[in-house]
């Protein structure tokens, strides 16, 4: 890394306060394109019932919004980062079926891949804290989120349910974040270039390569032949500190604590309302996210529900060396073996958690 830190700029380095996603991130899908789609799922149910994970660009065929999609990774990687696609009809496709179209869509932008050691490829961002036993992760309680990215190329969801109240997604752009750091404070910036280890769970490592903290420190900052890159784990980055993987330094705290104040200001930060049927798509290389706390209903078959994809995209470029390594390829085949035909749907996640 040289010396002399240079600043994204663009339209990726946009402020929260500055835009309008209803404006500059919203997409509506055409009468046309709803055709196809309702026609593509047709196609599908021919073939009987599949799994999930049969969902492919030939079993879900898309013409017109294959060329949409096309457009749409253009937008994440050189554009703002992130799109809101409006359109589809909760009235007209249920639970079960949405997941159908949400994975013929995820098919056509790139590959669905595995979100963690238990092997789906579909997620559900579900508040379950007061139905289960064990200890949830964030995205299953109703608690605010600080931000971050996800793993791999794309993250993306699809809003079945909204919350009884709040549960805002809030966004923002690494990047400039990354541009006020080094033009405020350019050593704070350094740190963040020369990274941290980043600790994962215990099941995801056990399922996976084995690593339960990161080989090397990884790169919160990258810029490789002018093309930056983000990778934010605060912290997962804290939970190694913790558990005395790495000795942090005052510097470090101070790089970490700066990004987390910038990227959570009112300045730099986007709040998004997904309401039924959106689907949002989110760049991990540009774009960090969390989400507002929320009221949520008692029934769980009331409660807010989005469900999640992840997706690399073959045609972009490998992450930098120095972030690949939370993000082990190696992983992704293991974690499919724990995986279950029909696992993910929507319905039959929902019986698991209704009471008799």
Known sequence: MNDALSPVGGRRAWLGSAIDYRQDGLWQLSAAELTEIDAA???????????????????????????????LRDELSSGLGFVLIRGLSRERYGDDDLARIYCGLGAHLGVIIPQSGNGEILGHVLNVADLVDE????????????????????????????A??????????AAAV??????????????????????????DAERGDGKIVTSDSVALFSQNDGVFSSCVHIAQTRDAARAGYFDITTEQEAALDLFCELSSSPEFY?????????IQFLNNRLIVHGRTPYEDHENV???????????????????????????????LPRWAQFRTPYMEMPERYLAQFRVP
């Open 301 to 331: 078959d009331q409660r807010r529900h989005l469900m999640r994809l992840w997706v690399n995209v073959p045609s972009w470029p490998r992450r930098p060396d120095n972030q690949q390594d939370i993000y082990s390829m190696a992983d």
């Open 41 to 71: 799922l047709a196609t599908l149910k021919t073939r009987g019932d599949l799994d999930l994970a049969d969902i492919t660009v030939d079993t879900f065929p898309l013409y017109t919004v294959g060329r949409f999609l096309s457009r």
């Open 164 to 173: 009884k109240d709040g549960g805002a997604s809030r966004i923002a752009s």
């Open 135 to 162: 200890q949830v992760r964030g995205y299953r309680s109703a608690q605010s989120m600080n931000m971050h990215c996800d793993g791999h190329d794309v993250v993306s969801l699809l809003c079945l349910r909204e």
């Open 270 to 278: 986007l709040d998004m309302s997904i309401a039924p049927g959106d």
């Open 178 to 203: 990354h541009d006020r750091m080094i033009e405020t404070n350019p050593d704070l910036a350094r740190v963040l270039y020369e990274g941290m280890p980043v600790m994962r769970s215990q099941m």
